[in-house]
T-cell receptor, first 112, second 117 residues
Framework: DAGVTQSPTHLIKTRGQQVTLRCSPK?????VSWYQQALGQGPQFIFQ???????QRGNFPDRFSGHQFPNYSSELNVNALLLGDSALYLC???????????FGPGTRLTVT | AQSVAQPEDQVNVAEGNPLTVKCTYS??????LFWYVQYPNRGLQFLLK??????LVKGSYGFEAEFNKSQTSFHLKKPSALVSDSALYFC???????????????FGKGTKLSVKP
């Protein structure tokens, strides 16, 4: 049973560009959450998708957007990249109720 | 506002000795608490959770955590540390959800555990 997968593993972009990160949830999971982890910090919640809708959002600007597909996979899009967007982006999946979230290995984004 | 505090940036332990990684929380209502471990250049791995029930929760790799409501703490423990336990440990609390969604996780800043032979 595959766990949460994310692509790409690493990405280098230039300021002002746009980026799309992808996530496939663990089998049987229907909820996907995205987190940003800056160097030396704990993960910060970006947003959560359930039933193909953004259900909750953290304190991130509108440059951060996402999508969830009918197969529960998800994308995170970041427009007009800033140097401060350099971080590890983590996707987590879960299934309803009080169950724990399972994390993917992350995508390391570097903005130059 | 809900929050998690991990007061120690680093914990150093000799192999074979017991270890404790501290976590305190602030949350309205009943807390849902979690511990995750992160190895270098990796995502987070789930260790254990407290939802309700026994205050002592057992998890993966011999780890356990003690929930103390009066002290609003959820300390991670292991009776005998291994060198391979060296990693970054995160405590998290689940925020309240809305609109049919689960609440997101609020993480502490992490504690680096170093176990020396």
């Amino acid at each position: 049973d595959a766990g949460v997968t994310q692509s790409p593993t690493h990405l280098i972009k230039t300021r002002g560009q746009q980026v799309t990160l992808r996530c496939s949830p663990k089998s049987g999971h229907d909820t996907v959450s995205w987190y940003q982890q800056a160097l030396g910090q704990g993960p910060q919640f970006i947003f959560q998708y359930y039933e193909e809708e953004e259900r909750q959002r953290g304190n991130f600007p509108d440059r951060f957007s996402g999508h969830q597909f009918p197969n529960y996979s998800s994308e995170l899009n970041v427009n007009a990249l800033l140097l401060g967007d350099s971080a590890l982006y983590l996707c987590a999946s879960s299934f309803g109720g009080f169950h724990e979230q399972y994390f993917g290995p992350g995508t390391r984004l570097t903005v130059t | 506002a809900q929050s998690v505090a991990q007061p120690e940036d680093q914990v150093n332990v000799a192999e074979g000795n017991p270890l404790t990684v501290k976590c305190t929380y602030s949350v309205s209502g009943n807390p849902y608490l979690f511990w995750y471990v992160q190895y270098p250049n990796r995502g987070l791995q789930f260790l254990l959770k407290y939802i309700t029930g026994d205050n002592l929760v057992k998890g993966s790799y011999g780890f356990e955590a003690e929930f103390n409501k009066s002290q609003t703490s959820f300390h991670l423990k292991k009776p005998s540390a291994l060198v391979s336990d060296s990693a970054l440990y995160f405590c998290a609390v689940r925020a309240r959800g809305s609109g049919g969604s689960q609440g997101n996780l609020i993480f502490g800043k992490g504690t680096k555990l170093s176990v020396k032979p």
